[in-house]
């Protein structure tokens, strides 16, 4: 049987379309009927590339006998957590509040007024670990509705206004300056992973915020230390197996704190944040391994995960068939030395198991192992005698990565998410301006093309997601705004197309408006979106960078960009929380610290006179100078586009670059050399 989730355009939910229970999508009429039967809804959220969320759909969702039951005394509602962030950070936080943990699937059971009263995340068939099976939860939330329902009220109603208590404000000590980043530093090299890179223990997530930070700290300050932990740090996931050594492109985390074994999932949002951080390594160090790196994600992003809308596609599932036709984690990506020898031969098989660390009882399971980089220079790149490994290394890789070609891939979650496309954005537009790859310039600039098509509209209200080139009905949230426009600044930066700065002012005029409350304060959702139980707000970083943070760059580079004093004020104000967060807790507000960086700097305006894409436009995007903005362009209509081009004309007819910062301006130079100077460069 279909139930009513086939009509909608997230592949989450279509992967449930067909289960025996009768879901229902997060809407009124779902509680009204909750209302109408006297019943509990029953709350499941997750993703399409989350292996758990698989394995209870089909332990659980796919059991007409726990079906029958729950379509007996629930109105059971599934929620895509990555078209509705809302929601799920909502409920999420009364989960973790109850629980003190929290992750996907996330099962909640709530009241008809949506009101939530028993948590949990992944429940079993049967009772293990001290667990009780997912049948024992659901008779005993029935119990308790039926003979204890004044009580279930009580707790309910509780947890709601100890929910609705938890409005942050900025601190009062006003913006982040020298010290808070100074003290934030000094946590972060307590909280360092000497030995193998990254910050604390297993499940290792890439740090790439915090990486931002720490590049942009060394940029303004000289700190070596903070660059050595970003260089180690990107190194060791480079080399590990959380990286794909054969296809390039990131995991989502290591399980364990040496990089070696990772959840396989692959994500947009790790990808696009990894390649710019990779990119922005290269430009600090000239790192060989860095570049190639950047460029190897940029070209996964693009060959994997690009649609034909030309926009992103948000994920690739974590499963896929084995050999033996078994939907299982990994699949895809290992290798034991039995399939190393059928495709490469004795010889080769042997040099491939020791060169990317596949041994007889595998890091993995049944004897597989993760490829990962056991051998070759420091920073990943073949010195000396192992010159000629490395040759050897990428003939053996380009057999093993067509032999993966003929493997059943795993499936791709296709919808397009607009904060996650602005990063990727970003990521392919400066890649692209850094490595001379005008190719990838060209595909941020059409999935910056559909995210305005499509996720704008007509009146510039951004919608959260799109499928096969049709909006999604769910509203963007702030990280959408942020990001977005993120991304947008970068495209105009390098294309020196000022209708992307414009499409920029408009998303951020709309977070200005309603997204921004009072005292600094940003929420997650517009002032006119749909009411929940609590409307959520949260400054720190999780995978991505938090919508505040993420929001108040942006509005700090268009103030840059166009003198506006309301997006600075806006800015400055929404960065108060990071002087209050960052010395605490830096681990969790990367971004912050990285634009509280760029407000410290000024940031620098750099107007170029001259052709876009020349050499004086290139050396001013490879500043180093944190948050720098840049804006180029010739001719007499160049200032109409940008701003920063009004009256500032070539030198002596030659391409001529302008640099200014707190309201002070350098002497115009038409020197490369000197305007990498003046840019940290």
């Known amino acids: 049987m279909a139930n009513r989730l086939e009509q909608t355009t997230s592949p989450y939910l279509l992967q449930h379309a067909d289960n025996p229970v009768d879901w229902w999508p997060w809407s009124p009429e779902a509680f009204e009927e909750a209302r109408r039967r006297s019943v509990p809804v029953l709350l499941s959220v997750g993703y399409a590339a989350c292996h758990w969320c698989h394995v209870m759909a089909h332990e659980s969702f796919e059991d007409p006998v726990v079906a029958e039951y729950l379509n007996a005394h ?62 024992q939860v659901l008779q005993g939330v029935v119990a308790a509705w039926t003979d204890r329902r004044e009580e279930v009220a009580e707790v309910a109603g509780r947890i709601v206004r100890d929910l609705a208590g938890r409005s942050l404000t900025p601190a009062e000590g006003g913006l982040p300056g020298e010290s808070e980043l100074a003290q934030a530093l000094l946590r972060l090299t307590r909280d360092y992973d000497e030995k ?91 790192s060989d391994l860095a570049r190639r790196v950047a460029l190897e994600t940029a070209d996964f992003m693009v060959r994997e995960l690009r649609t034909a809308e030309g926009g992103f596609a948000s994920a690739l599932d974590a499963d896929s068939e084995d050999a033996q036709g078994r939907h299982v984690e990994g699949a895809y990506y290992v290798w034991t030395p039995a399939q190393l020898r059928e495709v490469l031969g004795e010889e080769d098989a042997a040099f491939a198991a020791g060169y990317f660390g596949v041994t007889d009882e595998g890091t993995f399971e049944e004897g597989s192992s993760v490829l990962r980089l056991v051998r070759g220079g420091a920073d990943g790149e073949a010195e000396g005698d192992e010159r000629d490994d490395a040759a050897r290394a990428a003939a053996v890789r380009a057999r093993l990565l067509a ?27 400066e890649t692209g301006a850094y ?52 991304g947008f600044l970068a495209l105009a930066s390098v294309t020196g197309e000022g209708a992307w700065l414009d499409f920029a002012g408009f998303l951020l005029d709309i977070v200005l408006e309603h997204f921004t409350g009072d005292n600094g304060q940003m929420f997650d959702t517009a002032d006119d979106a749909e009411q929940l139980i609590r409307r959520p707000q949260d400054p720190t970083d999780s995978a991505t960078p938090a919508g505040w943070t993420a929001a108040a760059g942006a509005l700090l580079s268009y103030a840059a960009h166009t003198g506006s004093e ?77 701003p920063l081009l009004v009256d500032r004309p070539p030198v002596g007819g030659e391409p001529t670059a302008y640099v200014c910062r707190h309201f002070v301006c350098d002497a115009p130079t038409t020197d490369v050399t000197e305007l990498a100077v003046k840019l940290g460069g």
């Not at 595909?443 to 919608?463: P, S, Y």
């Not at 750099?606 to 894409?613: H, M």
Request: with cysteine; net charge negative; aromatic share 8%.
């Open 566 to 642: 309301p997006h600075r004020t806006a800015a400055e104000g929404a960065l108060g929380i990071v002087g209050a967060l960052g010395p605490k807790a830096p681990r969790f507000i990367g971004w912050g610290l990285a634009v509280a960086e760029a407000l410290l700097d000024g940031p620098r305006e750099v107007a170029v006179a001259g052709p876009v894409a020349g050499e004086l436009h290139r050396t001013a995007l490879l500043g180093r100078a944190p948050g720098a903005v840049v804006a180029a362009g010739e001719g007499p209509d160049a200032g109409t586009e940008f």
């Open 435 to 486: 490595f001379d790859r005008p190719d990838l310039v060209e595909r941020a600039t059409e999935a910056a093309d559909l995210l305005v098509r499509v996720h704008m509209g007509d009146v510039a209200r951004l919608c959260r997601t799109s499928k096969d080139g049709r909006a999604g009905e769910n509203s963007g949230v702030l990280e959408d705004y942020g990001d977005v426009a993120e």
């Open 196 to 286: 193998h890179g990254g910050f604390g223990g297993a499940p290792k997530f890439p740090p790439s915020m915090v990486i931002e930070f720490l590049l942009r700290h060394h940029a303004r300050t000289g700190a070596e230390g903070a660059l050595q932990m970003a260089a180690d740090s990107c190194a060791a996931m480079a080399r590990g197996g959380i990286y794909d050594q054969l296809g390039g492109g990131f995991a989502r985390y290591s399980v364990d704190r040496e990089w070696v074994v990772p959840h396989f999932e692959k994500m947009l949002y790790d990808n696009a944040l990894l390649c710019r951080v990779y990119a922005h390594l290269w430009r600090a160090t000239g």
């Open 403 to 429: 032999a993966r070609e003929l493997r059943a891939r795993p499936e791709r979650d296709d919808k397009i998410v607009a904060a996650w496309n602005g990063l990727a954005i970003a990521a392919l537009a």
């Open 74 to 135: 629930f109105v059971p509602v599934k929620v895509d957590r990555e078209e509705r962030p809302d929601v799920d950070a909502v409920y999420m936080e009364a989960v973790q509040a109850a629980t003190g943990q929290g992750g996907w699937p996330m099962t909640v059971f709530l009241t008809a007024d949506a009101e939530p009263f028993y948590f949990g995340t992944y429940f079993p068939p049967e009772p293990r670990h001290g667990s009780p099976s997912f049948q």
